[in-house]
């Protein structure tokens, strides 16, 4: 099978691999594509074993090997990110549709939604959308990576503040480079001291056929530089 592979800022590395022509998206077969993909990027030495909590979150079992991952998919797409080390890892892709439009007062805090609807006024539609999936994507990461103690909303619990400097990176299967975009989440608990994750927006909209984010929290661990 061929994927694209990245190192990913602070640690961790992500993959992405897609259907084939011929076989539908349903949820057996991105199971199946993320076992192969698995299969591809284990080491060859190391046994393992997919299994999800009640919640639905993965994770893997190694005797050999202490992984947090992450998975996501949408359309005819499969990304798997995965570290070694006791970090809450989150990655979030998603292909375009009007659903997220309709639901953006669903996640979306008053000054993000307030943003969005700017952007719509101004007739930037690019800009908008791509501030949509973003937040929405950094959230979906976020809660992978650092699900909340209390019972909250995407709306609240999660905060996106404004993008900070690109950061340079490449995939391994592309001959050139991609700028890719960092961001602060603030993952309030509903206490005086917020959580601050590290998110990324990788691929937009607007460049590729899905839209794809990234949060690793590192629980106070020193990381890697970039």
């Not at 099978?1 to 991105?30: C, F, H, K, R, W």
Request: hydrophobic share 35%; proline share 8%.
């Amino acid at each position: 099978m061929t994927y694209s592979q990245l190192d990913l800022p602070l640690g961790g590395t992500l993959y992405i691999a897609e259907l084939p022509s011929d076989v539908a998206p349903s949820l057996s077969t991105y199971r199946s594509l993320t076992h192969q993909l698995l299969d591809e990027v284990v080491p060859r030495d190391t046994p393992w074993e997919l299994k999800h909590l009640p919640s639905g979150a993965p994770y893997l079992i190694s005797p050999d090997h202490d992984y947090s991952i992450s998975i996501s998919h949408s359309g005819s797409y499969v990304a798997l990110a995965f570290c070694e080390g006791q970090y809450g890892i989150g990655v979030d892709l998603q292909i375009a549709s009007d659903k997220l439009a309709r639901i953006a007062p669903r996640f979306m805090s008053p000054a993000e939604l307030a943003h969005y609807h700017q952007l719509l006024t101004a007739e930037e539609s690019q800009a908008a959308r791509e501030w949509l999936y973003t937040v929405w994507g950094l959230k979906e990461a976020a809660y992978k990576a650092y699900p909340p103690k209390v019972q909250r909303h995407l709306a609240t619990n999660y905060i996106v503040s404004p993008h900070d400097a690109p950061v340079s990176t490449s995939w391994s299967s592309d001959k050139g480079s991609d700028s890719i975009t960092r961001y602060t989440i603030c993952a309030d608990e509903g206490d005086d001291r917020p959580t601050l994750l590290t998110g990324y927006r990788l691929r937009s909209i607007t460049t590729a056929p899905y839209h794809l984010t990234y949060v690793l929290d590192s629980g106070g661990a020193v990381l890697p530089a970039e």
